[in-house]
């Protein structure tokens, strides 16, 4: 068997000063003994913070979605025209009263090309 010789890590009194100073030093220490004051308060705060900051931007993209697909009247959804006179009842009742029902002549509607006319 192969001989694996001990690494010994150096002790803190063999570091520079500077080693133990640093700021990533110092947090991971002061960590130990107030883990959440140093970590949990601060993501937690994270968190909160950036439901507050996200709300606008949410709704800002649903209203935009409600601008797109909007409601439609009932002429919008029937694809009538504005220009189009409005239908009365009464007018079209006295429209076609007027009318001569009794000489009338029937006529066949052209067929479009391949399509059966319905004549046997």
């Known amino acids: 068997m192969p001989f694996f010789p001990r690494r010994v890590f150096p002790s803190r009194r063999f570091q520079g000063s500077s080693a133990s ?13 107030h883990p959440f004051a140093l970590f949990g308060l601060p993501f937690m705060t994270t968190m909160v913070a950036g439901s507050f900051f996200l709300t606008p931007a949410t709704a800002m993209r649903y209203e935009r979605y409600d601008r797109k697909i909007r409601r439609m009247t009932k002429e919008e ?10 239908f009365d009842m ?14 009338w002549e029937n006529r066949r509607v052209k067929r479009l090309e391949g399509e059966p006319d319905g004549v046997i």
Do not use: F
């Not at 100073?21 to 003994?33: E, S």
């Not at 959804?77 to 409005?86: F, I, S």
């Open 90 to 103: 009464k007018e079209e009742y006295y429209r076609l009263a007027a009318k001569d029902l009794d000489n």
């Open 77 to 86: 959804q029937l694809g009538l025209e504005k220009g189009r006179r409005k």
């Open 21 to 33: 100073q640093t700021l990533g030093a110092r947090y991971r220490a002061a960590l130990k003994h």
